[in-house]
């Protein structure tokens, strides 16, 4: 009966009188205020950022003249120097150690946060808000001012980059690890329920197995952003080449200054070409046969042949009903790959325990000091600072944030686009541009900007251009992935009436992507309200600034004051992000 | 209650006025169902009829609105924790879409199924005390793959897939089998070979098993006894033996008594036909390769 009376799914509309014109009996097409507030707001940052640019100086002239700079600077330095060997490669190793630790330590923390946030795996809406609330705050606090508080309680040593890191970078693993466990498939969660398995036991035979290269994944990539992040970490007082580095600039030895932030690129290039490869044996899913791993293993297979040891076939053991002789798993390429990648994380663990020498005391005695130097941290205040100095300086902060995105999105969106492979005219173009983004990567923003700011001295307008020229790298990757993932089909519909590339990119491609463009954009700057206050730290002007001298001069009722100045700016960026991506769901 | 406890040994499953709604869909409606021990039992009806949902609340997956299910002497929707998973460890479930975790080995996949009897979580194969291994090698045996015990799980076909879900029920030791649809993803060679595998297992353990199916002549040639549903009340409930696909397709027909039920009978049966059109196609690939 439905079939015939069906009517038209519009029961708030009111029932159009008849008209014989078309345009009069179409229904109106309308807007939701929320999202007409969405569209105001998005503008009014946009025209805030367009002002900031505006206001940070950038010009082709002032470039020009800051090439002049350079090369002066570069005429004074002379030869670039490097730390001794010896010294360099402990460095290198303590700075890879501390690194790992933390993000291990986040990792560990990670997991049981990740559990309560996760929708599937929640105990209850409460344990859910509380997981979702650790992951946003730690995530706000940046580790450059937890490492200032922690480099206070604990006597020096490793312990407060660890820590600084390990807590920071809970907000980001844990978050990217939840989305994991709730993309899992239930099924075989459900049978190991269904079979009388306890909670825990769903979890890690159901549950782990599924996310576990996803997590590994995450764990990585969080681990390159913060060994980039590290060489802040050293300007308040965490060991490393950071802190080296630091020295040598304060005390003007610009050439070894230079050196060190060469090989801390170096390290970073490594680091990242190191995890992909991880990335992509684990992410592989069922076995290629042609990965790295595996290529070792043939090696050392032909090497183990060669001396007279006995090799298992790769492929899988003769027809056998005797269930003893089956209990012995076959060495397959497989099981060794397995077996070597385990061993070397686990040496690698060992390693960067080992070289961070760890002072497990302070973990006890650093109890005793929480009370005393929590007092000196509460009440919060400006000092000696008026609060107009302050708030024009948070200004200055959000504005340099604010411009770098814009410069960022407006490169980004013209070579994201050409990377993607259905928007590239070619092959060569889109290999091109996946590769300018992938050296961009490369180069650690923070590194750039205190070169930068060394050279030229050119305070907030160097900032903006390194995070600018850094924010390219990530936004424009996101966005070349975001349109390859766009559904094919609206494309295809509209290639087959005619159209023309640009028209095909225009009214399928964007259209699709905007809603992923848009959530990246906030991303962008979610991260570079956080970069740009650790860009003050180093010399870039801003609100780091003063963050940096409270701390130096242990007015930590100040250092309270900004941090939760930043805080705030952080949560309501976060918040208007939040609201955008579901608005223009 | 003391007749049922009289019961108990020759009556396993015992459901009676089960009522479960979702929100305003009503799943289950007054349904009645008693099982004797090793019986094989069949559960037809139309997509949506509620078969799943009442397999679901034999293994307490489910709470019901109304009513009491009772099996092996207890009342599951009053079993939790500790209690009510020692009754799901006696009874295997086998899921339409196998479930197995892709990444690990097939043999840790089987070992699974023995968690109830270990106490806490269990990662990797040598967390697995040797005994247990023995004996999920030794279903798989039976199963017919113990040469593929160390590949990854998501290597193996389809029915491959189905008969290590097999055998990880078996690692229970169950004394009930349920299968929800368990060749409904498989080709109908596989599907023999599967239900085939299913039966011989039930009559030589002498498992009671209930089962879901969609293939009316599988049903009739492979259970019992029949038991079809419609909107969530059992309507049919005879052994299978003489029993033709005409007459339960009539029953089919007979008890839709509305045009929308008509419908979507007509609807059933032509997703029936073209499954058969598409199976002699396959059938058609096969000769040819
Ligand atoms: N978790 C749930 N939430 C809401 N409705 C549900 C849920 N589970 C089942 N239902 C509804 O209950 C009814 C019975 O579903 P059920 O899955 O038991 O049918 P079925 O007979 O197994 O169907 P099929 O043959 O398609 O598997 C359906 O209308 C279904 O939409
Ligand atoms: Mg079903």
């Given at each position: 009966m439905s079939l015939i009376t069906a009517t038209p799914p519009a029961p708030s509309a009111p029932p159009p009188a008849p008209s014989p014109s078309i345009a009069d009996r179409a229904p109106r097409r309308r807007v939701s205020p929320e999202r007409i507030a969405a569209i105001l707001a998005l503008g009014a940052i946009v025209v805030a950022s367009v002002i900031a640019l505006a206001d940070s100086g950038i010009s082709i002239p002032s470039m020009i003249e800051s090439w002049g700079n350079a090369e002066r600077f570069f005429a004074r330095v002379g030869t670039i120097t490097f730390p001794e060997p010896g010294e360099l490669v402990y460095l290198t190793a303590l700075t890879i150690g501390l690194v790992l630790c933390g993000t291990l330590l986040a990792a560990v923390i990670s997991v049981p946060i990740a559990y309560l946030a996760a929708s599937n795996t929640t105990p209850g809406r409460g344990w859910q808000a509380f997981g979702r609330f650790v992951t946003v705050l730690t995530r706000a606090i940046p580790d450059v001012v937890l490492a200032m508080v922690f480099v206070l309680m604990f006597s020096l040593g490793s312990l407060p980059g660890i820590l600084a890191i390990g807590i920071h970078s809970i907000g980001m693993i844990a978050k990217l690890f939840a989305d994991a466990i709730e993309q899992i498939d239930e099924g075989p969660r459900r049978a190991i329920r269904a079979a009388g398995g306890s909670k825990l036991q769903e979890f890690t035979s159901g549950i782990l197995p599924q996310v576990l290269p996803s997590w590994v994944a995450t764990v990585l990539h969080r681990n390159d952003i913060n060994l980039r992040g590290s060489v802040v970490l050293g300007y308040v007082g965490v060991v490393g080449l950071g802190m080296e580095m630091s020295f040598a600039f304060k005390s003007l030895n610009y050439s070894e200054g230079l050196g060190i932030a060469l090989v801390m690129f170096a390290l970073c290039v490594v680091m990242e070409i190191v995890s992909s490869v991880v990335r992509q044996a684990m992410l592989g899913g069922a076995p290629t046969g042609r990965g790295l791993g595996d290529r070792v293993v043939r090696l050392a297979g032909r090497a183990g042949a060669k001396r007279g040891v006995e090799t298992t076939p790769v492929a899988r053991p003769a027809v056998s009903h005797d269930l003893d002789a089956a209990l012995r798993r076959p060495w397959d390429a497989v099981r060794i790959r397995n077996t070597v990648w385990g061993w070397l994380a686990f040496a690698v663990v060992v390693g960067s325990v080992l070289v961070c020498n760890i002072q497990w005391g302070d973990l006890i005695t650093f109890w005793a000091k929480v009370p005393e130097i929590a007092v000196q941290f509460w009440p919060p205040s400006f000092g000696n600072y008026d609060a107009a100095t302050m708030f024009g300086a948070m200004a200055q902060t959000i504005g340099i944030a604010l411009a770098a995105t814009l410069l960022a999105f407006v490169v980004s969106v013209f070579v994201g686009s050409l990377a993607a492979r259905n928007v590239a005219p070619n092959g060569t173009v889109r290999t091109s541009m996946r590769l300018l983004l992938v050296v961009i990567r490369g180069i650690p923003e923070v590194i750039l900007a205190i070169v930068l700011i060394v050279i030229t001295g050119l305070g907030s307008q160097a900032g903006t251009l390194a995070l600018a020229f850094g924010g390219i790298g990530l936004l424009g990757k996101l966005i070349a992935d975001s349109f390859e993932e766009v559904k094919p089909g609206p494309e295809r519909a509209l290639r087959a009436t005619g159209a023309s590339r640009g028209q095909v990119y225009a009214s399928a491609t964007l259209p699709q992507g905007t809603r992923a463009l848009i959530g990246h954009s906030f991303y962008l700057l979610d991260t570079n309200i956080r970069a740009a206050t650790i860009l003050g730290i180093v010399?870039?002007?801003?609100?780091g600034y003063y963050l940096l001298n409270a701390g130096q001069g242990s007015n930590y009722a100040v250092v309270t004051a900004i941090v939760l100045m930043i805080l705030v700016t952080v949560l309501i960026v976060e918040g208007i992000a939040m609201w955008m991506r579901r608005v223009f769901k | 209650m003391s007749t049922q406890v009289g019961n108990e040994d020759s009556v396993v499953i015992d459901v009676s006025g089960l009522t479960k709604e979702f929100g305003r869909t009503?799943?289950?409606?007054?349904a009645s169902l008693t099982v004797a021990r090793g019986e094989i039992v069949v559960l037809l009806g139309l997509s949506g009829s509620g078969k799943s949902t009442l397999l679901r609340h034999l293994d307490g997956l489910e709470t019901p609105t109304s009513g009491s299910v009772r099996v092996l002497g207890q009342e599951v929707p009053r079993l939790t924790g500790r209690r009510l998973r020692a009754l799901r460890s006696r009874m295997g479930f086998v899921f339409q879409q196998f479930d197995l975790v892709p990444s690990l080995t097939v043999l840790e996949n089987v070992l699974t199924g023995a968690l109830s009897e270990l106490r806490g979580p269990r990662i990797g194969?040598?967390?697995?005390p040797k005994r247990l291994k023995l004996t999920a090698l030794g279903h798989l045996d039976r199963v017919g793959l113990l040469d593929r015990?160390?590949?990854?799980?998501?290597?193996?076909?389809g029915g491959q897939q189905q008969r290590v879900a097999i055998a990880r029920a078996l690692m229970q030791d169950p004394e009930i089998l349920l299968a929800d649809e368990p060749v409904a993803s498989l080709d109908p060679e596989s599907s023999e070979q599967v239900m085939s595998l299913i039966r011989e297992i039930a009559m030589d353990e002498g498992l009671t098993v209930v089962c879901s199916l969609h293939q009316v002549d599988l049903a009739l040639s492979w259970g019992d006894r029949i038991v079809g549903l419609r909107h969530g009340e059992v309507v049919l409930d005879t052994p299978a033996e003489g029993l033709s696909k005409a007459e339960v397709m009539e029953i089919y027909g007979r008890v839709a008594t509305s045009t929308t039920e008509l419908e979507a009978i007509e609807v059933e049966l032509s997703d029936a036909a073209a499954d058969a059109a598409a199976e002699t196609h396959l059938a058609d690939g096969a000769l040819r390769s």
């Open positions: 010399g870039g002007g801003g609100i | 009503v799943a289950l409606q007054g194969l040598w967390s697995y015990a160390y590949q990854r799980a998501d290597t193996l076909s």
